[in-house]
């Protein structure tokens, strides 16, 4: 997959000290932690997802961006390695104070900790693909918020096969890549998920978000350049865990769907087919087959309204994806409802185009398209609403569009 890389200029100061600041927390860990220097640095953003859930496994349309919150890694040559020691790779990670100890010339077990389990899956990948990998020291650093729907594990897979690239001086297609990470996740984490999260993690670019085609695999920049707009990230600190079954489940629901309508993938129906069938499909999964045909009917309008600064028609699709996503794919929890009720409240007057839950589902984050000079009362309004409301507190940021997976210069830092 290629993308044409349209970007709208240098990044901004802002997001450059964000990421700086990752860099050199990256590089002073690893110093403190293995006693020398890093000789490389590399850098892989999370995404959030404007709208188009739950459709890239069945070959559908979302509508992704990569945001300014990276796993940075740090890494250099293993020190202190006698000739003849076997290959490893030697990895802590700062955001849970652990290390893990990963083979390189056998495919690694699953274990403990659980996050290096995502480490343990590309290594593997790379492996099956005879990629030799080289003895290394690596220390991560993330400021992805875990369990928050923004992709912290393709943030920490793919910042992995990046750092394994550079290291072994093999450059990976990067829809190769992207498949990859996901086929890691799959195998060691045990979450059957779709391509999005790794691809936006490797493919972002700094224009805006990815109208993504997952059938024909192809994608293309979305431009989101006007500064009078916002794309609002509300993490209702709900904890998702997609490896607790729902998520395979839906996909399941989605898979049979298919069956039962005698076709390859939901991608091929159409929302008239889905209706007429629904004695054939029966009330649950007609309702999983019926959001995503419609949901990737309203990717495709939402992307051409953000294109053509439509952004009170892109919030109205962002209004109608979310209660696709709770009453027909039964993926939300009170907490989001709850954030998406009050940007409703606050609507367009107070400065809110639209509002939606985003990621997997059962907690995690909403994001909301707003007027950027009405953020502050936006974000007041929405802290004090949903601790009345739900009793606990809700985090805000802000996210410009940021650049995919990429190599840092130590240098630079």
Same mark, same amino acid.
């Given at each position: 997959?290629?993308?044409?890389?349209?970007?709208?200029?240098?990044?901004?100061?802002?997001?450059?000290?964000?990421? +700086?600041?990752?860099? &050199?927390?990256?590089?002073?860990?690893?110093?403190?932690?293995?006693?020398?220097?890093?000789?490389?640095?590399?850098?892989?953003?999370?995404?959030?997802?404007?709208?188009?859930?739950?459709?890239?496994?069945?070959?559908?349309? $979302?509508?992704?961006?990569?945001?300014?919150?990276?796993?940075?890694?740090?890494?250099?040559?293993?020190?202190?390695? #006698? *000739?003849? +020691?076997?290959?490893?790779?030697?990895?802590?990670?700062?955001?849970?104070?652990?290390?893990?100890?990963?083979?390189?010339?056998?495919?690694?077990? #699953?274990?403990?900790?659980?996050?290096?389990?995502?480490?343990?899956?590309?290594?593997?990948?790379?492996?099956?693909?005879?990629?030799?990998? *080289?003895?290394?020291?690596?220390?991560?650093?993330?400021?992805?918020?875990?369990?928050?729907?923004?992709?912290?594990?393709?943030?920490?897979?793919?910042?992995?096969?990046?750092?394994?690239?550079?290291?072994?001086?093999?450059?990976?297609?990067?829809?190769?890549?992207? &498949?990859?990470?996901?086929?890691?996740?799959?195998?060691?984490?045990?979450?059957?998920?779709?391509?999005?999260?790794?691809?936006?993690?490797?493919?972002?670019?700094?224009?805006?978000?990815?109208?993504?085609?997952?059938? +024909?695999?192809?994608? &293309?920049?979305?431009?989101?350049?006007?500064?009078?707009?916002?794309?609002?990230?509300?993490?209702?600190?709900?904890?998702?865990?997609?490896?607790?079954?729902?998520?395979?489940?839906?996909?399941?629901?989605?898979?049979?769907?298919?069956?039962?309508?005698?076709?390859?993938?939901? &991608?091929?129906?159409?929302?008239?087919?889905?209706? #007429?069938?629904?004695?054939?499909?029966?009330?649950?999964?007609?309702?999983?087959?019926?959001?995503?045909?419609?949901?990737?009917?309203?990717?495709?309008?939402?992307?051409?309204?953000?294109?053509? =600064?439509?952004?009170?028609?892109? =919030? $109205?699709?962002?209004?109608?994806?979310?209660?696709?996503?709770?009453?027909?794919?039964?993926?939300?929890?009170?907490?989001?409802?709850?954030?998406?009720?009050?940007?409703?409240?606050?609507?367009?007057?107070?400065?809110?185009?639209?509002?939606?839950?985003?990621?997997?589902?059962?907690?995690?984050?909403?994001?909301?398209?707003?007027?950027?000079?009405?953020?502050? *009362?936006?974000?007041?309004?929405?802290?004090?609403?949903?601790?009345?409301?739900?009793?606990? #507190?809700?985090?805000?940021?802000?996210?410009?569009?940021?650049?995919?997976?990429?190599?840092?210069?130590?240098?630079?830092?």
């Amino acid at each position: 997959m290629h993308i044409a890389d349209d970007r709208l200029g240098s990044p901004a100061v802002a997001e450059e000290s964000r990421l +700086a600041v990752l860099a &050199r927390t990256a590089v002073r860990g690893f110093s403190d932690h293995f006693g020398a220097a890093p000789r490389w640095l590399v850098a892989a953003p999370g995404r959030v997802n404007l709208i188009g859930e739950h459709t890239d496994y069945t070959g559908g349309f $979302a509508l992704p961006m990569a945001i300014e919150c990276y796993t940075v890694i740090a890494a250099a040559p293993a020190s202190g390695e #006698a *000739p003849a +020691a076997r290959p490893r790779l030697r990895f802590h990670s700062a955001k849970f104070d652990s290390s893990a100890d990963v083979p390189l010339d056998e495919p690694p077990r #699953a274990g403990q900790p659980s996050w290096a389990n995502y480490v343990r899956g590309v290594v593997a990948q790379l492996q099956r693909r005879r990629v030799a990998l *080289p003895s290394l020291d690596a220390y991560a650093v993330s400021d992805v918020p875990p369990g928050s729907g923004l992709s912290s594990s393709a943030s920490l897979e793919v910042s992995t096969a990046t750092l394994l690239e550079v290291a072994s001086g093999v450059t990976l297609d990067e829809l190769d890549k992207a &498949r990859l990470c996901r086929d890691a996740e799959h195998t060691y984490a045990n979450v059957p998920c779709g391509l999005m999260d790794q691809l936006t993690s490797v493919m972002g670019v700094e224009s805006g978000p990815l109208l993504v085609d997952f059938e +024909a695999e192809r994608a &293309r920049p979305v431009p989101l350049g006007d500064p009078g707009v916002s794309v609002l990230i509300c993490n209702s600190n709900v904890r998702h865990e997609l490896a607790n079954g729902e998520y395979a489940r839906r996909r399941g629901d989605c898979e049979e769907a298919a069956r039962r309508l005698q076709i390859p993938s939901l &991608r091929q129906a159409t929302p008239e087919a889905v209706e #007429a069938a629904q004695g054939v499909l029966g009330p649950v999964v007609y309702r999983r087959a019926r959001h995503v045909v419609t949901e990737n009917a309203r990717t495709l309008a939402a992307a051409d309204a953000l294109a053509h =600064g439509r952004f009170g028609e892109f =919030g $109205a699709l962002m209004y109608r994806s979310h209660q696709s996503l709770r009453d027909d794919f039964q993926v939300s929890c009170p907490e989001l409802d709850t954030l998406v009720e009050i940007a409703g409240e606050i609507g367009e007057a107070g400065g809110v185009y639209g509002a939606r839950m985003t990621g997997g589902g059962f907690g995690g984050c909403a994001v909301m398209l707003v007027r950027s000079d009405h953020l502050a *009362p936006i974000t007041e309004t929405l802290a004090r609403e949903y601790r009345r409301r739900q009793g606990r #507190a809700v985090t805000t940021f802000v996210s410009r569009p940021a650049q995919g997976a990429h190599q840092i210069a130590v240098d630079s830092v």
